[in-house]
């Protein structure tokens, strides 16, 4: 558990001081939609360079979410790019990878310390409910609009079977589709608790095999190409502290 300056800082700066995983519980599509809408936002936008203390807390709770974050703004900064997109919309995918699991501060120790490959009912709910948290932490922070969607649907499916809303392929925004295609590789190519990494090989495999239900497919062959040209990521970038959304910053 958080003590001290650190805590109280997140404390402030989280959801108007708003339990992080409050009312966790197996809800409707619909029962989590008017929840999220409903949250009163805070008085005042923290800037965005705050969120830099939420990584730091991040990191310290969950070592392994901050690396993965940030090796997913790499990717996906990557696909990107090689599907045409330049400028403001690269960025703002850049940031919705390096946010995308900020959601995961909330996550019980016993979640995030899972060894087992299934996860208990409750267990589930509560990680299923991380894109909830992560959207509503950024909704009181100066993050673009088109972040925040990113955040909120990193884990929805084509085929309508994702969470937290079940949105189907034509709902769900661009950037949330790219951040997934490379949260799936990230995955499968790291070693986590419950988890030993595949090859890239193997992974690129496994994304071909979730194409056009899980993953677009378009999205999934252009992010195969980029792998085969340009390989694993392994140097993750800094976190938040050179991103701007006023200036002429770039990432």
């Not at 809800?27 to 989590?32: A, D, F, G, S």
């Not at 990191?59 to 090796?71: A, I, S």
Request: aromatic residues 8%; contains cysteine.
């Amino acid at each position: 558990m958080l003590t001290g300056p650190l805590h109280s800082i997140i404390s402030v700066a989280f959801i108007c001081r708003q339990p992080l995983t409050a009312g966790i519980n197996r809800e409707t599509t619909l029962n989590r939609f008017m929840r999220y809408q409903t949250q009163s936002p805070c008085e005042t936008t923290a800037p965005v360079s705050k969120l830099s203390t939420i990584a730091t807390a991040l990191g310290m709770k969950d070592p392994y979410t901050l690396e993965h974050n940030r090796r997913v703004a790499i990717y996906v900064r990557r696909l990107a790019k090689r599907i045409g997109l330049n400028g403001t919309a690269a960025d703002n995918i850049r940031l919705g990878g390096l946010l995308h699991d900020i959601g995961k501060i909330g996550l019980s120790t016993k979640v995030l310390n899972n060894t087992l490959d299934r996860l208990s009912g409750d267990m589930l709910a509560e990680v299923q409910l991380h894109p909830l948290t992560g959207a509503r932490i950024l909704k009181d922070f100066n993050v673009p609009p088109a972040v925040i969607d990113f955040v909120l649907y990193h884990h929805e499916k084509m085929d309508g079977t994702g969470y937290p809303f079940g949105l189907r392929s034509g709902q769900i925004p661009l950037g949330a589709k790219i951040i997934r295609v490379a949260d799936c590789f990230d995955a499968i190519t790291t070693d986590r608790p419950y988890q030993q990494r595949k090859s890239w090989i193997e992974a690129l495999a496994i994304l071909r095999q979730l194409s056009g239900t899980d993953l677009s497919p378009l999205l999934v062959e252009a992010f195969i190409a980029d792998i085969k040209e340009y390989g694993l990521a392994r140097r993750p970038t800094r976190f938040i502290a050179f991103y701007s959304p006023v200036s002429a910053r770039r990432f």
